[in-house]
T-cell receptor, first 112, second 112 residues
Framework: SQQGEEDPQALSIQEGENATMNCSYK?????LQWYRQNSGRGLVHLIL?????REKHSGRLRVTLDTSKKSSSLLITASRAADTASYFC????????????FGRGTSLIVHP | EAGVTQSPTHLIKTRGQQATLRCSPI?????VYWYQQALGLGLQFLLW???????NRGNFPPRFSGRQFPNYSSELNVNALELEDSALYLC???????????FGSGTQLSVL
């Protein structure tokens, strides 16, 4: 079963624009992670935010977490064609489960 | 530092046969996760091994099984293959349980 669900399912923007993807989840979490997948290959870890954190930055990436709304957002600023990929959120539930559970992902296309 | 390696890259089997997929984690990582990604879908959790033991399994039938060896490499076995087993099988390792997974490039299994 899916824990996190990304929204939108697909996003198409022009190079230089910002891209925002959202993730909603159902149960209490220890942490939430964002990953990128290029062309059906292995996923690459982007950023991890813990349940007691509200915002984290890494380069052009900004992640926010609202535990009261059980939601997170990933912002990619000044997007590039190379950012074209699928983006997944993964949540690890609190209570001793160490299984990152993934959503279906957002497919991002950045047009040059 | 070598990444997570998976073999083979592609595997073609016929219905009813058995498939064996292999994964070598990053040196020092004791946790290995297996996920199934069917075309256009998110990642479905299959199995989690840590310190040589199976710690958790997802909602898959018993014909999906595996093991972790003393050197922490892992093997996924799928018996009595069915057409719907066709998917990308991803292995990931982590240094800390449930955090920052490092993925291999996957094994594309096709069942004819």
């Amino acid at each position: 079963s899916q824990q996190g669900e990304e929204d939108p399912q697909a996003l198409s923007i022009q190079e230089g624009e910002n891209a925002t993807m959202n993730c909603s989840y159902k149960t209490s979490i220890n942490n939430l992670q964002w990953y990128r997948q290029n062309s059906g290959r292995g996923l690459v870890h982007l950023i991890l935010i813990r349940s007691n954190e509200r915002e984290k930055h890494s380069g052009r990436l900004r992640v926010t977490l609202d535990t009261s709304k059980k939601s997170s957002s990933l912002l990619i600023t000044a997007s590039r064609a190379a950012d074209t990929a699928s983006y997944f959120c993964a949540t690890a539930s609190s209570g001793g489960s160490y299984i990152p559970t993934f959503g279906r992902g957002t497919s991002l296309i950045v047009h040059p | 530092e070598a990444g997570v390696t998976q073999s083979p890259t592609h595997l073609i089997k016929t219905r009813g046969q058995q498939a064996t997929l292999r994964c070598s984690p990053i040196s020092g990582h004791t946790s290995v996760y297996w996920y199934q990604q069917a075309l256009g879908l998110g990642l479905q959790f299959l199995l989690w091994y840590d310190e040589g033991e199976e710690r958790n399994r997802g909602n898959f039938p018993p014909r999906f099984s595996g093991r972790q060896f003393p050197n922490y490499s892992s093997e996924l076995n799928v018996n009595a293959l069915e057409l719907e087993d066709s998917a990308l099988y991803l292995c990931a390792s982590s240094l800390h349980r449930g955090e920052k997974l490092f993925f291999g490039s996957g094994t594309q299994l096709s069942v004819l």
